[in-house]
């Protein structure tokens, strides 16, 4: 369950970066927001809390 998260979480920052035609009037702010949740996501993953 824990691994299915982590790659929706990868597949979101991917689909949030600016670099895309869709995205590139946001900004930074929901890819850096992603990133933040990825973070957290793997710190939890390598304590074992997920």
Do not use: K, Q
Not at 3 to 17: D, H, K, P, R, Y
């Amino acid at each position: 369950m824990s691994t299915v998260l982590l790659i929706i979480l990868i597949l979101l920052i991917l689909g949030a970066v600016p670099a895309w035609p869709h995205s590139r009037s946001w900004g930074y702010a929901p890819s850096g927001l992603l990133s933040v949740l990825l973070v957290v996501m793997i710190v939890l993953l390598l304590t074992g809390r997920v």
